[in-house]
């Protein structure tokens, strides 16, 4: 009954290559979104998503791209992997995209990617 | 804009001992704030939720903060500490600012709990 889960949980591969993480909410929630969590512990947003609009962190690479399929999944597509990738990735989901701010994000266990 | 400082990287308490950790806000609008807690290897989950109302706000695991508007601040309080109270805590604002960034989290830089016998 998990509510955000997020696969692999772990993933270590070679610069240069691509590779996605898969993320699913059976919360019903509209709004999904990324973050990534560097080795210092720091969150910061890189993109949030409902079926009507795409905000991307303007400090994402294009290098990183969000996929959905429907609104119960948004995955993470990363191309030409660089050293600097390496951290740990979170999915998160609430229920609108809430222009108010009230409504809390319920995130899943992360991702963890290692990049040789 | 709107950010938050949590102001101690790391706090250490004593088991039974009460918590404190320590979160000032900025924001140009009235924010609505959130305390999350990152238990090892894990994703984050919410502790309590400030949005307007009350301004002392109960969250679980006896966990609480007390929003004060003349001094900017949001910290997190509770009793007495439980061994499994050590972990990563983070003070959060959600971003009003307008524009498509509404609704976003912002993250201060955590603070790390420990909790010695």
């Known amino acids: 009954d998990t509510a955000v889960s997020q696969t692999p949980k772990y993933l270590v591969t070679q610069m240069g290559n691509d590779k996605s993480i898969k993320c699913e909410q059976n919360?019903?929630?509209?709004?999904m979104y990324w973050y990534k969590q560097d080795s210092k512990k720091f969150l910061k947003i890189m993109f949030s998503?409902?079926?009507?609009?795409?905000?991307i962190n303007e400090t994402v690479p294009n290098r990183f791209s969000p996929k959905s399929p429907d609104k119960a999944h948004l995955n993470l597509h990363i191309n030409s992997l660089e050293l600097g990738d390496s951290a740990v990735y979170f999915c998160a989901s609430s229920p609108t995209k809430d222009r108010g701010g009230n409504q809390p994000q319920h995130f899943g266990d992360g991702t963890r990617l290692s990049i040789l | 804009a709107q950010s938050v400082t949590q102001l101690d990287s790391h706090v250490s308490v004593s088991e039974g001992t009460p918590v404190l950790l320590r979160c000032n806000y900025s924001?140009?609008?009235?924010?609505?704030l959130f305390w999350y807690v990152q238990h090892p290897n894990k994703g984050l989950q919410l502790l309590l939720k400030?949005?307007?109302?009350?301004?002392l706000v109960k969250g679980i695991n006896g966990f609480e903060a007390e929003f004060k508007k003349s001094e900017t601040s949001f910290h997190l309080t509770k009793p007495s500490a439980h061994m499994s109270d050590a972990a990563e805590y983070f003070c959060?604002?959600?971003?009003?600012?307008?524009?498509?960034?509404?609704?976003?989290?912002?993250f201060g830089k955590g603070t790390k709990l420990s909790v010695k016998p």
């Open positions: 998503y409902n079926n009507k609009e795409l905000i």
């Open positions: 924001s140009s609008y009235s924010p609505s």
């Open positions: 959060v604002v959600s971003d009003r600012s307008y524009g498509g960034s509404q609704g976003n989290l912002i």
């Open positions: 919360l019903g929630h509209d709004t």
């Open positions: 400030y949005t307007s109302a009350a301004t």
